[in-house]
């Protein structure tokens, strides 16, 4: 059952232009949300989080939206460089710290120059 | 800046081996997790310990085993390694309210 879900296996966007990645969630329990970048031969590194009691967070190029009624969130970037090329995965979080994250399938993110 | 240490970034391994996965972090954090991630799956808990001897099982824990008796370390036991283990191995560690900091992760290979 996942209760986390990337649709996207892969995005390809044009340098400059804006990326959006989608993750929907089916746990209504999930209180917190976070995204993370994975290059190649590397772990995942913190990119960015939302409260649920928030319907967007923003940190230089990069935003994430929380639609708690449809139960989704995106990560926007803007504007899209080459080193943003990346697996970008969505994750869920529920509850005070020692609690586990519930991760996507991920997203492969291109930026093309 | 925390760090997140794996001790292996590839291994191979035959069928039927113990195969040891070992990972320390330098921050004092509480909590430490073991991932495995697979194309198409994301990633996946396979234990997590919130505290020294203290254990839970993840989502996968079945054919692994875990130990914690220091802070700092966390280990990851394969007791008898098949192919379907086969796979890229994450450890990570959580302090009070901060967001997981993984390692750079351990390739591991089953023939």
């Known amino acids: 059952d996942q209760q986390v879900k990337q649709n996207s296996p892969s995005l390809s966007v044009q340098e400059g232009r804006i990326s959006i990645l989608n993750c929907d969630y089916t746990n209504s329990m999930f209180d917190y949300f976070l995204w993370y970048k994975k290059y190649p031969a590397e772990g995942p590194t913190f990119l960015i989080s939302?409260?649920?009691?928030?319907d967007k967070n923003e940190d230089g190029r990069f935003t994430v939206f929380l639609n708690k009624s449809a139960k989704h969130l995106s990560l926007h970037i803007v504007p899209s460089q080459p080193g943003d090329s990346a697996v970008y995965f969505c994750?869920?979080?529920?509850?005070?710290?020692?609690?586990?994250?519930?991760f996507g399938e991920g997203t492969q993110l291109t930026v093309n120059p | 800046d925390v760090k997140v240490t794996q001790s292996s970034r590839y291994l191979v391994k035959r069928t039927g081996e113990k195969v040891f996965l070992e990972c320390v972090q330098d921050?004092?954090?509480?909590?430490m997790f073991w991932y495995r991630q697979d194309p198409g799956l994301g990633l996946r808990l396979i234990y997590f310990?919130?505290?020294?001897?203290?254990?839970e099982k993840g989502d996968i824990p079945e054919g692994y085993s875990v130990s914690r008796e220091k802070k700092e370390r966390f280990s990851l036991i394969l007791e008898s390694a098949s192919t379907n283990q086969t796979s890229m191995y994450l450890c990570?560690?959580?302090?009070?309210?901060?967001?997981?900091?993984f390692g750079n992760g351990t390739r591991l290979t089953v023939t």
């Open positions: 990570a560690s959580r302090g009070q309210n901060s967001p997981l900091h």
């Open positions: 310990s919130y505290d020294v001897k203290m254990k």
């Open positions: 994750a869920a979080d529920w509850g005070t710290s020692g609690s586990r994250l519930t």
């Open positions: 921050m004092d954090h509480e909590n």
């Open positions: 939302i409260s649920s009691i928030k």
